[in-house]
C-alpha cells in the first residue's frame, strides 16, 4: 500500500482474540449474555470464568454448532 492510500476499515477488521490487549479480562455482560443463550441451544454447560478471548472463542464454536453464525 502507498503512503497516500488510507487502509480500508472493513478489510481484516478480526483480530485473534489471543492477541487482544483486554483479552484476559473476565468477559463481558453481553458475552455472557449471549454465550447462555447459545450453551443452552447447544446443550452445553457454560464455563463461568471465561475470559474475554475465550469467550469470544467460544462464541464462535457454537455459533457454528448452532447455525447462528451463518
Known amino acids: 500500500m502507498s503512503e497516500n492510500q488510507t ?31 447459545l450453551a443452552r441451544e447447544a446443550g452445553r454447560e457454560l464455563p463461568e470464568d471465561l475470559t474475554k478471548a ?7 464454536e457454537l455459533q457454528q454448532q448452532t447455525g447462528r453464525g451463518q
Open 7 to 37: 487502509p480500508d476499515p472493513t478489510q481484516n477488521a478480526e483480530k485473534d482474540p489471543e492477541t487482544w490487549v483486554t483479552g484476559d479480562e473476565p468477559m463481558t455482560g453481553p458475552q455472557k449474555s449471549y454465550l447462555q443463550t
Open 54 to 60: 475465550k469467550a469470544s472463542e467460544l462464541i464462535d
